[in-house]
């Protein structure tokens, strides 16, 4: 724990001017960023009497090492340098909600030739409209079903289009009138284009125009006796009434804004968000955050303008932001939004009328989400708090594990053998920081010497970083690690530049390490010969979760009700999991390799011509270089290369049909074995079971 006297900046040196100050810990990592008026008051404010101070912030100053600031000439210039380096560095201690699913949008891909409609969630793309947030992705392919009757946009993948391009045939949708099929020239793209701007129009709110042209056409079809089209169109126009029924009319005139509310208590904020669109509410989505230091609801709000807006340009920024408390100061915010909407946004507190009754609807949903928040999550804070006490106290540590590290080794029958590394902070996975190796030492299955290889290489860079960041130095340099671009994912260190916590050098205070006493040993022996002695280590046995510790004859058994033991379970679990995706991408990739994956310029168009003209590898290695030559594209040089590869590479072990005996052939239409060799072992082993 640091005393914040220790790096208080003298007097004087803060400058009395608007800026964004950042705290970094000991390992130089940034924890905290905020934003000021006047650095020198708001900075003043945390190095007073740590007794006066909210049990949070004094967490955040006791933690911190150093602090530093950048002068900016407005606040507006502040309130944008604070969110790109909250982005950038994933402080700790600062205010971060946290979305409890990702929702899903309706997107319209503008930016393509043939406009697409479909569900997307993640980040946005550039050149495609967005609707939404909707709850449910159900709901999105309801309201898209009900208008493709009457905008019939395209909603098929880029496989299925090209194919119906190539057939000349369209699919389902295309012959049931729910696509206008531009794959097959029904429709040229400028009016498919139109389509989509009109599917665009409508979603937007534009709705009242559609329908009263449908239903000028409809009668004017009744009139001239064309009763079938007239009964399409009336079926048409009840197709778009329905769609706006699924959004009631909540604000009279048709006003585009977005609500936000929020409910809080000492500890946890929930904020709720109604997206209303056309004076109907288009999207809701719902966040909660840690209140990491004393915060009033105005900056809970700023900080929520700043996640929901941070991204986003143009009319994704509504007219009118309708909030429960201004942020103070209100007028670089209210700038800043203009700046990203590229026109004037009000933001206010609603005081009467149906948009005040609105809010009131927002405000009961943050209120709910919050108590449901709270009976998900109201053991979770106390029960991970006092499983790493448990965890402390079982292993004789000086203070609860933070950071925990758990390491597993994976392979198959002693071949790809990989290792994972998990990292766990606050008891609550952190998979930005998860890193996986590739063995490479030695060849073979030893678990024990791969241990001792993947601690070693994990914690020498550790070392080398500290060294290079000027934070340790020791009599000799450490060597450098090689980067492994085949399996092991690492990156540049921590700089006095740069403190996002996303490389090896930031330490655990715990290794965990999946097995029992000849793993536990491995990795202290690796610990010691790198001279680390800081760091503990642990190993969770699987037959009967005994936690093994370094030179111990016997294991520490901790309760099977303990929570201390449910944590190390999922930590180990989690490792487990993660080594074995990574063991069985490699073995796929490796099945899937063929000889001619090594002949130069020989791309995957080439390998397909050839597997069209010979039909499968076997009768390729039977091919004569003249006949090679015939498949187009293909000249002698490359044809005689392809020969003296298949001539160098063993063939595929036969594969057998186990229920019979039989030999089979290899299959046509492959480029390598389609078959993995029989082991004939033991049950488990013939499966494959990884380790």
């Given amino acids: 724990m640091a005393d914040p006297s220790s790096y208080r900046p003298k007097p004087g040196e803060i400058p009395d001017s608007p800026g964004v100050y950042r705290f970094r810990d000991e390992h130089r990592r940034v924890i905290y960023v905020g934003k000021a008026k006047s650095l020198r008051q708001r900075l003043a404010n945390y190095f007073q009497d740590l007794a006066g101070l909210h049990p949070r912030t004094r967490s955040m100053v006791t933690t911190a090492a150093s602090v530093e600031w950048t002068v900016v000439s407005t606040e507006v210039e502040a309130l944008q340098l604070e969110y790109s380096w909250i982005k950038e560095y994933d402080p700790r201690f600062n205010v971060k909600y946290r979305d409890d699913k990702s929702y899903p949008y309706l997107a319209v891909t503008m930016n393509e030739e043939y406009p697409r409609v479909q569900v997307m969630r993640g980040h946005k793309k550039k050149g495609v409209r967005y609707f939404g947030p909707y709850a449910h992705a159900w709901a999105i392919r309801d309201t898209v079903d009900l208008l493709l009757r009457v905008f019939p946009v395209r909603t098929c993948s880029a496989g299925v289009f090209k194919n119906a391009a190539r057939t000349g045939r369209p699919c389902l949708l295309g012959y049931i009138g729910k696509c206008s099929a531009p794959c097959v020239d029904r429709v040229s793209a400028e009016e498919h284009r139109e389509l989509a701007d009109e599917f665009c129009d409508f979603m937007t709110g534009r709705t009242n125009t559609y329908i009263r042209r449908l239903e000028k056409q409809m009668g004017e079809a009744a009139e001239e006796m064309e009763y079938e089209r007239a009964a399409r ?30 409910a809080e208590d000492e500890l946890e904020a929930a904020v709720q968000i109604f997206h209303v669109r056309g004076g109907r509410v288009r999207g809701q989505r719902g966040w909660v955050t840690d209140k990491v230091e004393e915060i009033t609801t105005g900056a809970l709000v700023e900080h929520a303008l700043q996640q929901l807006y941070g991204e986003e340009t143009g009319d994704a920024v509504p007219k009118e932001v309708l909030v429960p408390a201004l942020p103070d100061p209100v007028e670089p915010v209210q700038e800043w939004l203009a700046g990203r909407r590229g026109s004037g946004v009000s933001l206010r507190i609603p005081q009467r009328g149906d948009k005040k009754a609105l809010m009131e609807t927002v405000q009961r949903n943050a209120q709910q989400a919050l108590v449901l928040h709270k009976t998900k999550r109201a053991s979770d804070l106390t029960t991970r708090s006092r499983a790493l006490e448990e965890i402390a106290d079982a292993l004789d540590l000086d203070s609860a594990p933070l950071r925990i590290e758990c390491y597993d080794i994976s392979h198959l029958q002693g071949d790809d053998v990989v290792a994972s590394m998990v990292v766990f902070e606050d008891g609550l996975a952190r998979k930005s920081e998860y890193r996986r190796f590739q063995i490479k030492g030695f060849a073979g299955q030893d678990d024990v010497r791969s241990m001792h290889e993947v601690i070693t290489r994990r914690f020498r860079r550790y070392l080398a970083e500290k060294e290079k960041t000027g934070e340790w130095t020791d009599g000799e340099n450490a060597e450098a690690p090689e980067i492994d671009r085949n399996g092991e994912i690492v990156g540049t260190g921590l700089t006095e530049d740069d403190g996002r916590p996303k490389k090896f050098a930031y330490p655990p205070q715990l290794v965990v390490v999946d097995g029992g006493a000849p793993q536990v040993a491995a990795a202290r022996r690796a610990l010691d010969e790198l001279g680390i002695d800081d760091i503990a280590v642990c190993g969770l046995a699987k037959r009967l979760e005994e936690v093994w510790l370094p030179g111990d004859d016997d294991p520490v058994v901790l309760p099977r009700t303990s929570e201390g033991l449910y944590l190390l379970q999922r930590v180990r679990d989690e490792a487990h999991r993660f080594a074995i995706t990574y063991q069985r991408t490699k073995r796929s990739k490796r099945f899937r390799s063929s000889p001619l994956d090594d002949v130069p310029g020989l791309g995957e168009t080439r390998k397909q ?15 004569t270089i003249d006949q090679i030559c015939e498949v187009p594209g293909i000249g002698r040089k490359t044809a005689e290369a392809i020969a003296a590869a298949l001539a160098q590479a063993a063939p595929a072990a036969p594969a057998v049909n186990t229920a019979t005996g039989e030999i089979m052939e290899e299959e046509p239409g492959t480029m390598g074995s389609s078959w993995e060799p029989v082991t004939m072992g033991a049950p488990d082993e013939r499966r494959g079971q990884e380790t």
């Fill in 609 to 623: 011509a050839l597997l069209k003209h010979f039909g499968s590898l076997k009768k390729l290695r039977s091919a």
């Fill in 233 to 262: 169109l009336r079926d048409d126009i009840e197709a778009l009434k329905k769609a706006m029924e699924k959004n009631a009319v909540v604000l009279a005139d048709a006003t585009d804004a977005d609500l936000i509310a929020v």
